[in-house]
């Protein structure tokens, strides 16, 4: 929760009650003052002969004497009842915030006997509402990845036997088999193999949705990693002719696990192969950065557009192109690559031209993340926050602002950091004033789920640096 | 001497597939259709070589592989090798082998030969 905030708020309620005991005080020196004044000319018109200095100087005393105790006593009774007025609003504010932080099972305890209660009760009602959802949700959710993964267990059970016999007939356990039998058993096992691909695909993605994906940790030598995998992979590039260039750092041994690595470089290096004209070339290298080791592998293939690279990392997506067929392969591959990367705090992406080729890169940090998170891959919302991001930067930045998204999404660079990034680096450069980059800022946590920013309430604040100090802190 | 291998899957087309396969190879095959079955079996053909679904109704594998401790045990399972041995599935010393299904005709028969063939030399 944010103290900050709630002093802007409490600022702005003090305001609400100084108003109100002002108020009050002014009412109560000015009624008693008529009154009195009307009184006092009253009793001195009462004395015929007039009244004596001492006499007249007794009952002005008096006289405002009643009126500072009026007014005081008003001024007490205002204070009071403002704050039985601020006081629930307070209590509303408070609980707001809560529900924004996402806490719905909050509930207000406000008996005024007035608006403000009815005000509370309806949200109670809306709360629970919300909590209700919000329950759903979750629900469906957990379902979602519980369908994925028992599904897959059962699709993958009526595999074994298949495949155990058209292997049987493929390897002359039931007899010769004419070229044509064979061909025709040929096709059978084939995509018998793609749909157990898929299946196992599936399974993947139903771990890294459930955050079951299995990390082995261990001590392990990256650039001997590499160098294996690279290795491994020469059968398959061999077919094409294409040479596997590795280019290893000396690296730390450190505490990875080696199967992941390996399977996301292999995954990456296939995709490579397949891209990639025959003769050709493949660079793999690994260096060692600040906080993590820099993965890449780099072909000189088909490349891919723009829209290719942004949509590349999504589940199913395959690029549209003459010899795609030929290619198989599930289009889940990336994904699952993105979600093992990820679930290590890990970033996968994409750099390429059309015509020259692809530069795939992922990051592994130098220390192992042992709390595995769920990463999700299917039917996630990436897709509608990445189409309001996209609006945002359209209005902040006008016609270019499509053009700096995709850029930027390419670059995999669209988490709250990289974007805050970004645009300071376009106040830096004076290409958007402070204030509208504040405001970019502010619109861009909102779509991301970040804490609600609420400009016009800096305008009410005395804190001068307050805007950064609240944008710092996150 | 023809060795004996004991199949043991609830799924009957499984089971009918690995007798075949280990029949053409040279092998008496006697299956069982779960744990308890299994058991009984054992006492009845003493085999050599017993291969092990994991995931089977009636009584838990992981119980079944505990009351036999002088017969070779290789799983055959759909559940990964780094789950089972999550479950502590494998740690017994006559558990030899992993199976991941599907499984691969020759590779299954390149190991149960040398499975075999180890039991013979030692």
């Not at chain 1, 018109?45 to 002005?60: A, C, H, N």
């Not at chain 1, 290298?285 to 993590?292: C, I």
């Not at chain 2, 050599?48 to 009584?59: C, V």
């Amino acid at each position: 929760m944010n103290t900050e905030k709630f002093d802007i708020k409490k600022f702005i309620l003090s305001k609400i009650n100084r108003k109100l005991t002002l108020l009050f005080l002014i009412v109560g020196l000015i009624a008693p003052t008529i009154a009195i004044y009307y009184f006092y000319n009253i009793s001195v018109s009462s004395f015929p002969e007039g009244m004596s200095g001492e006499q007249g100087l007794l009952l002005k005393t008096i006289t405002v004497m009643i009126i500072t105790l009026i007014a005081i006593n008003a001024a007490i009774i205002g204070f009071f009842m403002s704050r039985s007025i601020s006081k629930p609003i307070k209590e509303l504010y408070n609980a707001t915030r809560e529900v924004e932080t996402g806490k719905y099972d909050i509930r207000l305890d406000i008996k005024t006997c007035d608006e403000i209660e009815e005000l509370a009760q309806a949200f109670n009602r809306t709360t629970a509402a919300q909590q209700r959802l919000e329950e759903e949700r979750k629900e469906i959710d957990s379902a979602k990845t519980e369908f994925l993964s028992i599904t897959s267990h059962e699709l993958r059970s009526p595999m074994t036997p298949m495949k155990a016999q058209l292997q049987m007939l493929e390897e002359g356990y039931f007899g010769k088999l004419s070229k044509k039998q064979k061909d025709s058993l040929g096709i059978v096992i084939r995509n018998a193999d793609r749909l157990d691909k898929i299946i196992v695909d599936f399974l993947d993605i139903s771990r890294i949705e459930a955050a079951r994906l299995k990390f082995n940790f261990q001590d392990t030598d990256i650039a001997q990693l590499v160098k294996d995998t690279a290795k491994f992979m020469e059968g398959f590039a061999k077919e094409k002719n294409i040479e596997l260039v590795v280019n290893v750092d000396e690296l730390p041994i450190i505490e990875v696990d080696p199967d992941r690595v390996s399977q996301v470089t292999r995954n990456l290096i296939n995709n490579a192969i397949k891209f990639s004209a025959e003769n050709s070339k493949i660079e793999i290298t690994a260096e060692l950065k600040k906080e993590y080791v820099l993965f890449s592998v780099r072909d000189y293939g088909c490349g891919l557009t723009s829209e290719n690279q942004i949509r590349i990392f999504e589940p199913f997506y395959q690029v549209e192109n003459s010899n795609r067929r030929k290619h198989g392969g599930t289009g889940l591959g990336l994904a699952i690559c993105r979600g093992i990367v990820e679930s290590q705090n890990g970033k996968i992406w994409v750099e390429s031209k059309p015509g020259k080729g692809c530069k795939f890169s992922f990051t592994i940090p130098l220390k192992p993340v042992r709390q595995i998170k769920p990463i999700k891959i299917l039917f996630s919302h990436k897709g509608t926050i990445e189409r309001k991001l996209r609006e945002e930067f359209k209005t902040m930045l006008g016609p270019l602002g499509a053009g700096e998204f995709d850029e930027l999404k390419s670059k995999n660079a669209l988490s709250r950091d990289d974007l805050v990034e970004y645009i300071d680096s376009l106040t830096d450069q004076y290409i958007i004033p402070e204030e509208r980059g504040l405001d970019f800022k502010n619109r861009i946590e909102r779509i991301l789920g970040y804490e609600k920013e609420v400009i016009n309430e800096k305008e009410d604040t005395p804190f001068d640096n307050l805007g950064d100090e609240v944008l710092g802190r996150n | 001497m023809q060795k004996t291998i004991l199949v043991v899957d609830d799924e009957p087309d499984i089971r009918q597939s690995v007798k075949m396969i280990l029949e053409v190879n040279g092998y008496k095959v006697v299956t069982a259709v779960d744990g308890d079955d299994c058991l009984k079996k054992v006492h009845e053909v003493k085999p050599d070589l017993i291969l092990l679904d994991i995931m089977m109704p009636g009584t838990p594998v992981d119980d079944i592989v505990k009351q036999i401790t002088d017969i070779k045990i290789a799983f055959m399972s759909v559940v990964r090798i780094s789950d089972a041995r999550k479950r502590g599935l494998c740690t017994q010393g006559n558990i030899v082998d992993f199976f991941q299904k599907p499984f691969n005709v020759s590779d299954l028969i390149d190991r149960v030969e040398l499975i075999l063939d180890e039991e013979e030399q030692g």
